[in-house]
């Protein structure tokens, strides 16, 4: 798939051989290589210091590599004007960094005031973003950023970023600042957004439950090294070195993997559409939904694959059955989680398909994998706790 889109496009961030040796002798990054194609979103994950938030600043000639080269687009990024280059891509932080004396408006339509942009246009585009970042701009465009939660305030940051439609979009934490229940929010709405925007994008965190849910692919950082750059099903279900599987906590999930069972409350509910039902008509339904895919099913609602809103888009005649595909990763509920991972692994599948029955019951996600495997670490865990507690009582007796 990213290859494809790479041939097709050839948008996309290119390293190559990068090296980031600061004054003091600190080798934060080492020889570097890797890319990204267009529309796809890497999270770059790691402990402190090992080289994230070096590696992202260098795209934007915040910081200059000592060695190696980065590309853009094909260009090479020494060529390009650093200022001109930081108006095309977009910069969120954790410390949002809105400016206090303008209002959230004024904020959000910085980078086209700075391109030039005539200021009604500007605004329109700024008041567009709001909206698509769930801040209403009639309430939240008028106020200034100390107004503002918390949460609300990294939206503006996404809407700025995102306000001049850059190609390309450089995400440092941003989510790291709030509580966990509003970064779960934030992640989600953001992953909404990016199906409808699809920019390429870096996406900096400390934290793997978020690299899953929100990555294409996973670069997962040793000291200044990636030490594996796969799909999430893949890091989690074949961590490539020792290091990989402890920083993921893959040596305790593997074994609760096999008798942990997939629940009804694990899987998503993507769209649904009958092999049946015209072609335009799903294809609105997709669009409305900001959905990239629906899963199909046959007359008698049994699974029977899968259609892209591309290609439904793409050749308008006939019924959703002239354009689905076969799927033929599936699973019943209750099945243990880590059949689910073998079979994401053997389809190189981004989601299976769950049947209560002969009944389509929801799409389990490598996201939502993890979500149910941790959830079942926890609950051991706190058994143990149980357990622990008890054995001191019957001593103290
Ligand atoms: N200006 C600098 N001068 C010297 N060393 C630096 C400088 N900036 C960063 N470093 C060092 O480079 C290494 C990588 O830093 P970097 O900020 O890229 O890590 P990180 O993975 O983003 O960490 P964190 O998750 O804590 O933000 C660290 O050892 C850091 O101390």
Request: glycine share 10%; charged share 25%.
């Amino acid at each position: 798939m990213a290859e494809q889109q790479r041939e097709r496009n050839g948008r996309f961030i290119v390293f190559e051989n990068v090296t980031k040796r600061y004054p003091d002798g600190t080798t934060a990054v080492d020889d570097l290589s890797f890319e990204v194609a267009e529309g796809e979103l890497v999270t770059l994950v790691g402990p402190s210091g090992c080289g994230k938030t070096t590696t992202m600043k260098m795209v934007n000639r915040l910081i200059e590599p000592s060695e190696g080269r980065i590309l853009l687009d094909g260009e090479d990024i020494r060529a390009v004007d650093p200022v001109r280059l930081r108006r095309h891509i977009g910069y969120v932080i954790q410390q949002v960094g809105l400016f206090p004396h303008k209002t959230v408006l004024e904020n959000t339509a910085t980078v086209p005031r700075l391109l030039g942009w005539q200021r009604a246009k500007g605004r329109r585009r700024a008041a567009e973003l709001l909206e698509l970042v769930g801040l209403d701009p009639s309430v939240y465009g008028d106020r200034y950023p100390d107004q503002l939660s918390g949460g609300q305030r990294q939206r503006v940051g996404v809407a700025r970023a995102l306000a001049a439609d850059p190609p390309v979009l450089l995400m440092d934490e941003p989510f790291g600042a709030v509580d966990p229940v509003v970064r779960e929010h934030l992640q989600n709405e953001f992953l909404r957004l990016q199906a409808e925007v699809r920019k390429t994008v870096l996406f900096v965190t400390h934290d793997i439950e978020e690299a899953v849910r929100l990555g294409d692919r996973i670069a997962v950082y040793g000291h200044g090294r990636i030490e594996q750059l796969d799909p999430p099903a893949r890091v989690l279900g074949a961590p490539a070195t020792p290091y990989v599987a402890d920083f993921v906590g893959a040596d305790r999930g593997l074994k609760r993997l096999s008798v942990t069972p997939i629940e009804v409350g694990d899987l998503e509910q993507p769209p649904v559409v009958r092999l049946d039902d015209v072609s335009t008509r799903a294809a609105e339904r997709l669009r409305a939904d900001g959905a990239r895919w629906a899963v199909v099913l046959d007359g008698d609602g049994g699974l029977h694959g899968w259609v892209s809103a591309e290609s439904l888009a793409g050749s308008p005649g006939g019924t959703v059955g002239d354009h689905a595909r076969r799927m033929e990763a599936w699973l019943p509920l209750g099945a243990p989680l880590k059949q689910a991972f073998s079979r994401m692994l053997q389809h190189d599948a981004g989601w299976i398909a769950v049947l209560d029955g002969d009944r389509f019951a929801g799409v389990l996600t490598p996201g939502r994998l993890h979500e149910a495997l941790r959830r079942s670490i926890d609950a051991e865990a706190r058994d143990v706790a149980r357990a622990d507690v008890r054995l001191e009582t019957v001593t103290d007796v």
